[in-house]
């Protein structure tokens, strides 16, 4: 979509558009500005969503199928507790599953299936993008026609699990109809399933556990699993242990997949713009949970651009969505009067039932705010976001590794370096809240624009 298209689609903001389009004079010369001003940061956008070009040059050759890579693989999967990208990169690992043959049936996604299954709930068909629908799928089914509609922050992939259990088929991979599990955010939980899942896969129950999370990851990759582990969306899995670097693991069982630099990218961007000197940081209280929000990385780019961290420790990764809203919200509250702008880590206080709330603080005391998570924020009020809003690549590229390993192929040989297609969002209304008008660059570049805030008319 062209600049012009979008902003003339943003029918709600007739004042905005009327801005924009009386400097359109500006546009040429400002791409110019883009390629400068954003290059350090945005240049992983043009590259391939899964790195094969990484992967060829540094894995080791193909080998032969054993007995063990023909036979069917089955598959376990952890989390630490249900949530809501947790449900969509399994939406997207089963889609790409099915586009290499590797299962007959997957839930419908980049695809001209009309029909979605009888029994799969409405939050799985909510993780669907508005943009894989296709004029054999022209819209979601009623009652979920309302446009930008989202998953609900506690969405569980249980269900989808059990769907692809009775229904993947194919002589691959068997999702064990009892091999999922979830923690419900209960660190005693996690780890007596820990102990059953060592157990299971000891008495040769299963091939493969699917690690969705860094506590997840953490739980699995130890010394006394020997059997294939997959680690997928940690948000810093260096940071937390999970691998010794980008590229292998460092153990021959373990695959993490590691998308380097998004946070520092991230952060610099948001710098760069503001040239703010404190950055007002929530984070949970426990150590897990600050590995999980990527600490060490925020911490260390601080350093090197020479602003200082504002911290707020609070419970926010708790099974308790409505308190983990509360804490955050009080946590912002404070921030948002000692510093110049917000970070707004992925935790699960982010919930969008309560977001009228968290934003209340930053837009009082007119605070730039950037969402870690991405433009499922932006859209809710969020000012700006950089991340990845299609799950569909990421699926990709861990099919091709299961592939690989399917092959015979040692997971921790594969590389593990994913470049994802990042996505740039900016919430125009709350710009115009806080009082910041975005330079042409800035607006050149935007991929997703919003124009409604919770809370705001």
Known sequence: MTFTTMVAAKNSAPALKTEITSRTWRLKAAMFVVFLFFSPFLYPLSLPSVALSQEASSRPAPVSPSKDAIRPWRVIYLQAGPYRDYLMNLVGLSSALKELNLVEKAFPYLNTEAKFPDDISHDIVLSIPNHAYTADRPKRPDPLIKENIEPSQEADAAQLWTWLSKNAGGDRLIFLADGFYSADWDDVKLANIKVEIIQRLKRDEADMVIAMGTAASQAMICDDITKAVLSVSATDPIAAGLTKDKEFSGRDNVHVQVESGKLERQLTMFHNLFK????????????????????????????????????????????????????????????????????????????????????????????????????????????????????INSGRFEAKVIEQILLGQKPGNISQHYVAPLTLALNIKMAMIIGWDPPFEVLAAIDQLFDQVAGQQ
């Open 276 to 391: 703010f000197k404190t950055l007002g940081v929530p984070y949970d209280s426990t150590e897990e949970g600050r590995k999980t929000m990527g600490v060490e990385t925020i911490e260390k780019v601080a350093q090197e651009k020479g602003f200082k961290i504002i911290s707020c420790f609070t419970n926010l990764e708790i099974p308790d969505l409505e308190k983990s809203s509360a804490n955050l919200t009080s946590c912002l509250k404070r921030l948002s009067e000692e510093s110049e702008a917000i970070y707004l880590t992925v935790n699960n206080g982010m919930a969008p039932e309560g977001m009228a709330n968290i934003l209340a603080p930053i837009i009082a005391y007119g605070r730039p705010s950037f969402s870690q998570k991405g433009p499922v924020e932006t859209r809710l009020g969020v000012l700006m976001s950089l991340a990845e809003d299609d799950f």
